[in-house]
């Protein structure tokens, strides 16, 4: 067993990378994604790269089937438990708090519907004391209508449970008991195991919304995987930016929900380490969408909580904006002015200059147009693209605007950047952030395409493009480490904070963490836990996360007024301003285990090749320039833009004005020309 491999399954491709241990060598490949039955894609792909899956000694992928299942509302049927009393939290919500002056807002659809929550009789105090019994036979009665009416899941969000989760474990065995292993039995605190109540059972709801389908798909995976010899246990990308094995997966699905789009983080918490940079921003355009992720500090800009199409969602997750603009957005005319997105050709039809069918244009069909592709070599040769239809795709939409063809297909890249480059300063600008103090890493399909000229809108001086930008994601999940987050509710004001019983909490979560870590297969010498703690001010609503790292102990002289100078420190730099003499209250105790693997070297490629000899015609800013085409394992030293490098996943596109080099990892670094 000597390859490590590593799979993201995007909407048009599915990428592949392969780190053989005893060469060091890496390779990447990918094949068409079959939306059908998506682990056909998988093994096309893996077929590219590795003749024996015996041979494998690791495996990672990213899934977003809980994503699609969410997106396009193809999730299963949820019935809701809960507290007597408390069954319209879950639809009353929050309160329209951030669009307050937007008349058009509406609020998400609920994904359990206000006649499929049902309650039980039962009540804790906020300590966790019981002041009911649970009404068990309630809780049958909701096990024999979930059995009766064909529900695929139940979710179970018991008020207060948080601090003592018992009422929800009985309900737990009772259902169960009941409804066997055919329906999906969800509860909160094994969830989110947080505060708040409508949060935590939106966050309940989610797991059993999207997990049916997602425990669905990693069975067959691992079924079919075991059939032809694979001998590890598939492991899976959580949203935290960890890794977990398959089986785990399954047990909590919620945890893979941004699954794919994180792999990329990673390759860019990876990548700002190997060219000693603290921050980076990272791209990933692919075929229909844009992700956005930051790397601050060194380590990936993740959250305790996030909102997923407009859902609360309690659990770590890497703070990612996501729009629909791909190299498959689909370019139209509307009142009489060009719009790109977010609407995809996806993998099927796809570009028009895929051949499929496909009619309409798309930014891939405006940048065959430009001369900004080599269609004879696209995605290292796979596929050959129908210049003639991305032409005719084209020139049908300049004739509806009344432009000149050329002019239209570099105002579609302009309109698509613009958008991507908006995305950005969301992640950045509106929350303080300089997007200038940053390198910007472009990876997927497209992304280094456009990297380039985002950068210069966004006044970014340099972009870092790796080896096989198109499978980065998935080089990324070889970077990541097994992850497990851990909470304890931890409600004590400054004044009353007693040291000892926080350490020892503290080290029971860390126990926990370990044996958690152990449980996955990870050696002891490799598995380290940090710690962190949820702060406020006395009376505010909102919290902070303060990592306790470099920190004095819980107890020790000191400890008080450094954590209350770091929250301080933290505040002013959320939201501008602290009040330092003000007391502070602890609120939630989080410990995260993380288990290393031996990391893969960087994607170094193929032995040199010679450059491809062709150079062509390509439009910059309105203008024809004489444009080499470059091949990526060929090259060495530096060289000035314009300039086409192409390569087996991605094409780079380097505009007049700019200086590209190739440094010792293997990455191709762009300096801009920034005004």
Not at 247 to 271: F, K, N
Not at 642 to 669: K, R, S
Request: net charge negative.
């Amino acid at each position: 067993m000597t390859y490590r491999v590593a799979m993201d399954i995007g909407g048009t491709f599915t990428d592949v990378v392969c780190y053989d241990e005893r060469t060091g060598a890496v390779t990447a490949s990918k094949a068409p994604t079959t939306p059908g039955d998506l682990a056909e894609g998988v093994f096309a792909a893996l077929a590219r790269v590795v003749d024996d899956p015996a041979a494998i000694s690791f495996f990672v992928h990213g899934t977003t089937q809980g994503l699609n299942a969410l997106l396009e509302r193809k999730g299963a049927r949820v019935l809701l438990l809960a507290s007597r009393g408390g069954g319209d939290v879950y639809t009353i919500a929050r309160g329209n708090r951030d669009r307050m002056f937007d008349l058009r807002y509406r609020k998400p659809s609920p994904l359990v519907p206000r006649r499929d929550v049902m309650e039980a009789g039962g009540r804790l105090d906020y300590r966790g004391r019981e002041l009911e019994p649970l009404d068990e036979e309630a809780v049958r009665r909701a096990a024999r209508r979930a059995r009766e009416e064909g529900f695929d899941a139940v979710a179970v969000c018991l008020l207060f449970s948080f601090a003592d989760p018992a009422h929800e474990l009985r309900a737990g065995e009772i259902l169960r008991a009941e409804l066997g292993e055919d329906v999906l039995v969800v509860l909160s605190h094994e969830v989110a195991r947080e505060w708040r109540e409508y949060e935590r059972t939106s966050s309940a709801v989610l797991e059993a919304y999207t997990g049916p389908v997602v425990r669905t798909y990693l069975a067959g995976i691992e079924r079919r995987f075991a059939e032809r010899g694979l001998p590890v246990p598939v492991h899976v990308m959580q949203s935290s930016g960890g890794l977990v094995n398959a089986s785990y997966a399954m047990r909590r699905p919620l945890q893979t929900l941004l699954s794919g789009p994180v792999g990329g983080t990673m390759g860019g918490v990876a990548a700002a380490r190997m060219l000693g940079r603290e921050n980076a921003i990272c791209v990933d355009m692919g075929g229909t969408s844009f992700d956005v992720s930051l790397v601050v500090g060194g380590r990936p800009d993740v959250s305790a909580e996030a909102r997923v199409e407009g859902y609360p969602v309690l659990m770590p997750i890497v703070n990612l904006h996501t729009i629909g603009a791909g190299g498959g957005s689909i370019a139209y005319a509307e009142a009489g002015a060009l719009r790109v997105g977010p609407e995809s050709a996806g993998a099927v039809p796809g570009p028009a200059c895929y051949g499929r069918g496909g009619t309409r244009p798309t930014v891939t069909d405006a940048n065959v147009v430009l001369g900004r592709v080599d269609p004879a070599w696209f995605a290292g040769g796979l596929m050959t693209l129908d210049e003639e239809a991305a032409g005719t795709a084209v020139v049908t939409l300049a004739e509806e605007l009344g432009l000149d063809p050329l002019r239209l297909a570099e105002g579609v890249c302009d309109v698509a950047n613009a958008k991507m480059a908006q995305a950005i300063r969301t992640l950045t600008v509106e929350h303080g952030v300089e997007p200038r103090e940053f390198a910007l890493v472009a990876f997927g399909g497209a992304g280094a395409m456009h990297a380039v000229f985002i950068a210069r809108e966004l006044g970014i001086s340099e972009v870092v493009v790796p080896r096989f930008p198109g499978a980065f994601s998935a080089w990324g999940m070889l970077e990541a480490d097994v992850r497990r987050d851990l909470t304890h509710p931890y409600f004590r004001p400054q004044d009353t904070l007693d040291g000892t019983d926080m350490s020892r909490n503290l080290g029971t979560l860390e126990r926990e963490a370990l044996e958690a870590l152990a449980g996955q297969g990870v050696p002891e010498r490799r598995r380290r836990v940090e710690h962190a703690v949820d702060l406020r001010y006395e009376g505010q609503d909102y919290t902070l996360t303060i990592p306790l790292r470099d920190a004095a102990e819980p107890g020790e002289p000191g400890f008080l007024a450094a954590i209350a100078a770091r929250y301080a420190e933290a505040h002013t730099s959320r939201y501008g301003h602290a009040t330092p003499e003000a007391p502070v209250e602890f609120v939630m105790l989080r410990s995260t285990g993380f288990g290393s693997f031996p990391r893969a070297a960087a994607a170094t490629g193929q032995p040199p090749e010679e450059t491809a000899g062709d150079v062509r015609d390509v439009i910059f800013d309105g203008v024809p320039h004489r444009t080499p085409v470059l091949r990526r394992a060929g090259l060495t030293g530096s060289f000035a833009g314009p300039a086409i490098v192409v390569e087996e996943t991605a094409t780079t596109v380097i505009p007049p004005g700019c200086l590209a080099a190739i440094d010792d990892n293997g990455f191709l670094i762009v300096k801009v020309d920034v005004q």
